[in-house]
């Protein structure tokens, strides 16, 4: 059964830092692209970044490009997001989500696996 399990979330302010983790079981993890996705109340779930299985290619939504990275540690099954200079419009919940044989991408439809999310709230 696969798992994938967020932690790390939480009440920040503005201009703060948090570190996302997913802990992943139940796969072969270097067999899946990671990647983080976001939704705000009353929004579409937005993806934040994906990590393939080298952990040599990223590829982030141009909103949060150069305040998160995304990283991976294949022996610990664990992908992370730094979250960096963060802001009141990054205040959602944070799911990890996994997608076979590494096809990514930015569309949600192409991951196969998600976890139960994790809140983020950053206050003005």
């Known amino acids: 059964q696969v798992q994938l399990v967020e932690s790390g979330g939480g009440l920040v302010q503005a201009g703060g830092s948090l570190r996302l983790s997913c802990a992943a079981s139940?796969?072969?993890?270097?067999?899946?692209?990671m990647a983080w996705f976001r939704q705000a109340p009353g929004k579409e779930r937005e993806f934040v970044g994906v990590?393939?299985?080298?952990?040599?290619?990223?590829a982030y939504a141009d909103s949060v490009k150069g305040r998160f990275t995304i990283s991976r540690d294949n022996a610990k099954n664990t992908v992370y997001l730094q979250m960096n200079s963060l802001k009141p419009q990054d205040t959602a919940v944070y799911y990890c989500?996994?997608?076979?044989?590494?096809?990514?991408?930015?569309?949600?439809?192409?991951?196969?696996?998600w976890g139960q999310g994790t809140q983020v709230t950053v206050s003005s």
């Open positions: 139940g796969l072969t993890f270097t067999s899946y692209a």
């Open positions: 989500a996994a997608s076979r044989g590494g096809r990514g991408g930015s569309n949600h439809v192409a991951y196969d696996y």
């Open positions: 990590i393939y299985w080298s952990s040599r290619s990223t």
